[in-house]
């Protein structure tokens, strides 16, 4: 291997050959200079270190960099290769400790980015297993098929999802689902008992699909069923709440009526459809899907009802659609299969403001009627305006098996073997009972005596 004292000059006047050449400088032992067919001139040292125990030993370069004549040159070379030779002649070898630190940083890299993976990793599970998420994918694979699926979708996502938001399903413990039905508890006993059982029904199903190893509901015992209410409105309140319901306005305002006249469902009327009312025939078809109890059910509508209807503006599918609901062309083919309804909500609110109007009424009512003990109206709930249409009926001579038809009920004289051999829909006598509530409560609202063609019909 040539040697000669390097200069800046020995090295750029090298003459370039067909093989790499090395150039070891005298002045400094074990540093040099490689020079390649291309013409690169790139300092460098090379020296032996010691292997260990048994083993002989290495010949080592390592790289100082490439002349340039300004950031690089003999000078400047020749200074760090003293630096790294220091080392070696103290029994060090630089290569090993470069390759050591090199490899610790690759290693400390591969963790870094393992960890950061797995992070990514438990992030995508906790998300999958999330309880809005676990709970959305409950009601896509239980709920679709079931005739109640939609409101059971409703009370999970309205209650537990919106407390339990974000957590994952194997946190929700049995202190917490305690709790949340205690609060529950205190605004509606219904509704708690409503939501254990929908939230047994979800977590039996994690258990079976090994998402939780034991349900939360496990040793926690049912809310009792709420008694049975029986709250039916006297004809002076139903007058009262009919007159404040014009204080409402859209869409709560017919609601109200419809409710009132119809006797249906407070979700039948509020998800009601265009495509369901047939306002010429005076009828409204409430699908099989939208029905409580799973059968198709048609309503004969009185002129009351129609006058009501005739106040809604066509605007979409819906009559009653809800502010934020999704913009649709046509009615979904299953009405349980959308994740929310596409009725009005915010009945709570509604319900306020119709028993503040309905009080003032009352009030001024008692005071024409120069009452000495003026009492405030007793409270009352939407489904009492149900209840109130079943017994005015029944007061006014109605069967109860044609009452129970109008309300697409089945009980005690629809069920078991009458319910399965006893076809007859009634429905001469089911129009005749509507079109009589329905004048009975135009009479009521307006203040005027029961019309002369309106009479109580005698038992059979």
């Known amino acids: 291997m040539p040697t000669k004292k390097l200069t800046d000059g020995v090295v750029e006047d090298y003459e370039i050959g067909e093989r790499e050449v090395f150039l070891w400088d005298t002045t400094l032992p074990r540093f040099g200079v490689r020079i390649t067919p291309s013409g690169a001139r790139i300092y460098l040292i090379q020296y032996r270190a010691r292997g260990g125990p048994g083993e002989k030993s290495k010949t080592r370069k390592i790289t100082i960099g490439q002349h340039d004549g300004e950031l690089w040159n003999v000078t400047k070379a020749r200074a760090a290769a003293r630096k790294l030779l ?26 870094a980015a393992e960890a950061e993976a797995l992070k990514a990793r438990e992030a995508e599970a906790r998300a999958r297993d999330s309880f809005e998420a676990v709970t959305d ?6 709920l679709q098929s079931n005739r109640s699926g939609a409101e059971t979708a409703r009370l999970l996502r309205h209650g537990p999802v919106k407390v339990w938001r974000g957590r994952h399903i194997a946190e929700v413990r049995r202190s917490d689902l305690a709790d949340l039905i205690d609060t529950i508890k205190q605004r509606s006993p219904a509704v708690a008992r409503a939501t ?10 994690c258990v079976e699909r090994d998402l939780i190893v034991a349900s939360p509901c496990q040793s926690i015992t049912a809310p009792p069923r709420p008694e049975a209410r029986d709250r039916v409105l006297a004809d002076n309140e139903l007058a009262v709440i009919w007159n404040a319901s ?20 407070r979700a039948e009327v509020a998800n009601m459809a265009w495509a369901e009312v047939d306002l010429d025939a005076g009828t409204w078809r409430i699908p099989k899907e939208r029905a409580k109890n799973g059968k198709a059910h048609e309503v004969d509508l009185s002129p009351q009802a129609v006058e009501v209807l005739k106040t809604v503006k066509r605007n979409g599918p ?9 913009a649709r062309t046509a009615v979904p083919a299953r009405a349980e299969a959308t994740a929310e309804s ?9 319900k306020r403001k119709l028993d503040g109007e309905a009080e003032a009424l009352w009030q001024e009512a008692l005071a024409k009627a120069k009452a000495k003990h003026p009492a405030p109206m007793r409270p009352w709930r939407m ?10 009926m029944a007061a006014m001579g109605f069967a109860p098996h044609v009452i129970e038809r109008v309300l697409n009920h089945i009980s005690g004289t629809q069920s078991g073997l009458v319910g399965v051999y006893q076809r007859h829909e009634y429905r001469a006598e089911r129009k005749a009972a509507m ?26």
Not at 246 to 265: C, H, S
Request: hydrophobic residues 45%.
């Open 86 to 111: 220091a080392p070696v002649d103290l029994g060090h070898d630089p290569f090993a400790d470069r390759e050591a630190k090199r490899a610790a940083e690759a290693a400390a890299e591969a963790a």
């Open 137 to 142: 994918r409950y009601i896509a694979l239980c």
């Open 196 to 205: 254990y059982a929908a939230l047994r029904g979800l977590f039996s199903w």
């Open 246 to 265: 014009d204080a409402l306005g859209y869409p709560f305002g017919q609601v109200v009526k419809l409710l009132m006249l119809t006797g249906q469902r």
């Open 318 to 326: 819906y009559l009653f659609p809800a502010r934020k609901a999704p």
């Open 342 to 350: 596409q009725g009005v909500r915010g009945f709570s609110a509604v």
């Open 383 to 392: 489904h009492d305006l149900r209840r109130s249409a079943a017994t005015g």
């Open 435 to 460: 079109l009589a509530w329905g004048a009975h409560i135009e009479a009521l609202a307006s203040g005027q005596a029961m019309p002369s063609n309106v009479r109580p019909l005698r038992q059979a």
